[in-house]
């Protein structure tokens, strides 16, 4: 028992990191700001550490112990130089005195073009700003200036003895001129300021809050429009597989017998004369087998983000959150890939276990090692954020190798063990038929393009907000429409898999498990 506690600790203290109680301040107590990041705005994926700027920075660079969705998600979070206490004003504190030579000074001119902004965390929430401007002053001929904020301004929200929100503004001061190119160096002086709010929004609000009012634009909402049409659409999907299908089969199933001699097959058409070949095992199976399992795995992994994204796992103050959670989850959920591939893999009456399990296991995995590796590389080559640290790498490896793969021998065993022998509801012929040519609009590809066009089109609205998610600043939290969404897919995906399989079935083709697949997978 204390074995198993001893995992459900680790799980936790992985996926979120070891969150203390409340942070709670008395007056003059020192507030930490850590500087994380800078990168230009129109590419969120480019991140470099704040301090590859030359920038106001301590002797020694302390970095702060970060979580792994932190480092998943680019954080490199270090302490900084700025001294502020806890509801104590600052009106115009100096940070450093820098100089700047020609090369620092055409890299902090090449940001500010860029469009570079930074990002700070105070007290767990990010706070990010511009580190300078490009004013246009002509069109043509182009010109423009280009001037460097040197000053910082807080703002803190807090209620009672807890920090609520935090912003940060550059426009208090008037920014610095870095247009003379001729200048071969150039002294800076940053300063700092401070001011405290009250504010009645309660800390356990503070994520909504901070959502509400970030950095980026929102554009998030809840389309209404497009998930009733998607419902409309799965609604008529299953009226039709349901009830114009189960009419058909009601009566083609009560013209067949459990013994049906060749003579009365040979009347028969359609799906009812290969019936003795229907159940005719697939081909690969240990890959057919892995592929289900693999698929059942995902299913597990995204049900158990939604999960945790109704218990409020992932706010804008837990960083990486979402990152980790799927990291721990794929590692978990394992067994649940091997369970299902080694239950299909029996009933297909495999052999080759080894091998199915083996395969199983890195189906997913070795493809996308290697691409990460292609994409990690041109992230460390480039020095940003994005590029894994060699201990991340390592402790994502040694999860998969001592968690993800020994559950999913785990689970292929009981599978092997738990799953009884397949049972054909009609005798299967030694020798296959012969299978008829079908017209183009029922070939394969056919198939394939309608089953992937409708699910598609179902969820092509949503995924517009999840692109914009994992490839841009949007913080999801339309948890609830997702998860109607999800079901959706699965529901649509599904009929159009038994509707095709049926149609396949109907034009005596009887090779209908790869195609189950394939067609809307």
Not at 182 to 210: G, N, P, V
Not at 402 to 431: E, Q
Request: contains cysteine; glycine residues 6%; negative net charge.
């Amino acid at each position: 028992m204390s074995s198993v506690l001893s995992y459900y600790i680790v799980f936790i203290c992985l996926l979120f990191g070891v969150k203390g109680a409340e942070k709670k301040y008395s007056a003059k107590d020192s507030v930490t700001v850590y500087v994380n990041k800078v990168g230009p705005y129109a590419n969120p994926q480019e991140t470099y550490h704040y301090y590859s700027l030359p920038v106001c920075r301590p002797a020694k660079i302390v970095s702060k112990d970060l979580t792994l969705g932190e480092v998943l998600s680019g954080d490199r979070m270090a302490q900084s130089m700025y001294e502020i206490k806890f509801n104590e004003e600052i009106s115009n504190k100096q940070l450093c005195s820098l100089s700047l030579n020609t090369e620092e000074l055409n890299a902090v001119r090449l940001a500010i073009e860029e469009h570079y902004y930074f990002e700070f965390v105070v007290d767990d929430i990010p706070i990010r700003g511009f580190v300078g401007e490009v004013e246009e002053t002509n069109i043509f001929p182009h010109r423009h200036h280009i001037l460097v904020y040197t000053h910082y301004h807080f703002n803190f929200f807090i209620n009672d003895n807890q920090i609520v929100y935090v912003n940060i503004s550059t426009k208090e001061h008037p920014p610095v001129s870095l247009d003379d190119e001729s200048l071969s160096s150039i002294k800076l002086d940053y300063t700092y300021s401070a001011k405290w709010h009250r504010t009645e929004t309660l800390y356990k609000d503070r994520a909504k809050f901070i959502a509400n009012t970030g950095f980026f634009p929102k554009t998030l909402e809840v389309h209404w429009l497009s998930v009733i049409n998607s419902m409309v659409l799965v609604f008529l999907l299953i009226g039709f597989v349901v009830i114009i299908l189960s009419r058909i089969l009601k009566n083609d199933l009560s013209r067949i017998g459990d013994d049906d001699d060749d003579g009365s097959v040979e009347e028969e058409n359609g799906w009812k004369i290969i019936h003795t070949d229907v159940f005719r095992f697939p081909h690969h199976r240990e890959l057919f087998s892995s592929i289900i399992g693999v698929g059942c795995q995902f299913l597990s992994i995204f049900s158990g983000i939604l999960f945790f994204a109704f218990c409020g796992m992932f706010t804008v103050h837990r960083h990486g959150s979402l990152m980790a959670s799927g990291v721990i989850l794929y590692a978990f959920t394992s067994c649940v890939a091997g369970f299902m591939s080694g239950k299909i893999y029996r009933q297909l009456q495999g052999e080759h276990w080894t091998w199915n399990i083996i395969l199983t296991a890195n189906l997913f995995t070795i493809p996308f090692f290697v691409v990460w590796c292609v994409i990690n590389t041109f992230a460390w080559a480039y020095g940003t954020t994005q590029a894994l640290p060699y201990t991340t790498v390592l402790i994502l490896v040694f999860m998969w190798l001592f968690v993800g793969f020994p559950l999913t021998v785990l689970g292929g065993i009981f599978g092997k063990n738990f799953s009884s022998n397949f049972d054909a509801p009609c005798r299967t012929k030694n020798i296959p038929r012969e299978i008829p040519d079908v017209p183009w609009y029922r070939s394969n590809f056919a198939r394939m393009l309608i089953g992937g066009f409708l699910p598609f089109s179902a969820i092509s609205v949503e995924l517009y907000y999840i692109f914009s998610t994992f490839w841009g600043r949007e913080q999801y939290m339309l948890y609830g429409i997702l998860s109607i969404v999800f079901l959706i897919l699965l529901s649509v995906t599904a009929c159009i898999s038994i509707a095709l399989t049926y149609f396949q079935l109907a034009s005596e083709d009887y090779r209908w498990w790869w195609q189950s697949i394939i067609s809307s997978g």
